[in-house]
């Protein structure tokens, strides 16, 4: 596999990030990068983590030149899951308040621990940090309980102090939103899953319209309908769609 990253790789290109995968040779993964400057979303950035921990460190090089900005790389934790040293040298800042690196979240404790460090990153109103807080937990929740990922889920957040935002990616290497609604709901594309996904009520653990006392089937659809009201940006990718 291959992937290039590269000098615009935030959300609003993140359809063409995921066209230009190279997904041959599943084998082995290359990741190159743009030679003057690097551009990564934390969303970029979990995708090719995730593959990377599926390849594993020893299947897996940074190629090329890399230029300065792509410390960046580095610093969130890329070149540690990979076979490929680290050519930079530098001053690392504290992290906290500014960024969280790449993390594996495989448990409850394991989400209370990123919620945590990502507290300091909001600086926001305990209000509107609370909304925050659930809608990370949300969706590593989705992850742990319904992706069936032996990795878990991969989550990475930047904050970005002269716009005064937050982005967050979560990606896991499961068995996707088709397979997880088709026991009960049978989709017939990936993006009829997504959809149901995103409808109130449903779940993929039950038939039962309004899902069950553990899985209501909202969660999604509340983010959605967070994003939408505050004007943010809130994507999904799975499968084919």
């Known amino acids: 596999m291959k992937v290039f990253l590269s000098n615009q790789g935030n959300l609003r290109n993140f359809k063409s990030f995921t066209e230009s995968l190279d997904l041959s040779r599943p084998n082995e993964l290359k990741i190159s990068t743009h030679d003057k400057w690097v551009t990564v979303h934390p969303a970029n950035l979990v995708l090719v983590a995730a593959l990377a921990i599926k390849i594993g460190k020893k299947n897996t090089e940074i190629t090329g030149k890399v230029p300065e900005t792509g410390r960046y790389l580095d610093r969130m ?3 540690n899951l990979t076979k490929t040293p680290s050519p930079f ?26 919620i ?20 990370i937990g949300e969706l590593v929740r989705n992850v742990l309980e319904h992706s069936l990922a032996e990795d878990g889920a991969i989550v990475a ?36 899953a997504i959809k149901l996904a995103l409808t ?10 309004g899902g069950t006392a553990e899985n209501a089937g909202a969660g999604l659809f509340f983010i959605k309908s967070i994003a939408k009201i505050t004007r943010n940006y809130f994507v999904i990718y799975s499968g084919r769609a």
């Not at 945590?116 to 809608?135: F, G």
Request: proline share 4%; hydrophobic share 30%; charged share 25%.
């Open 77 to 79: 934790g890329l070149y």
């Open 89 to 114: 040298i530098y001053q690392k800042k504290e992290e906290a308040g500014r960024f969280v690196p790449i993390k594996i979240i495989k448990n409850s404790q394991d989400q209370s621990r990123f």
């Open 116 to 135: 945590t460090d990502m507290v300091p990153l909001l600086h926001l109103s305990e209000k509107n940090a609370t909304v925050v807080r659930y809608i």
């Open 157 to 192: 957040a930047q904050y970005y102090k002269k716009t005064n935002r937050v982005s967050i990616g979560i990606c896991d290497t499961g068995i996707g939103i088709w397979k997880s609604m088709w026991n009960y709901w049978r989709p017939k594309t990936d993006i009829d």
């Open 200 to 209: 109130p009520g449903i779940t993929g653990t039950t038939r039962k319209e």
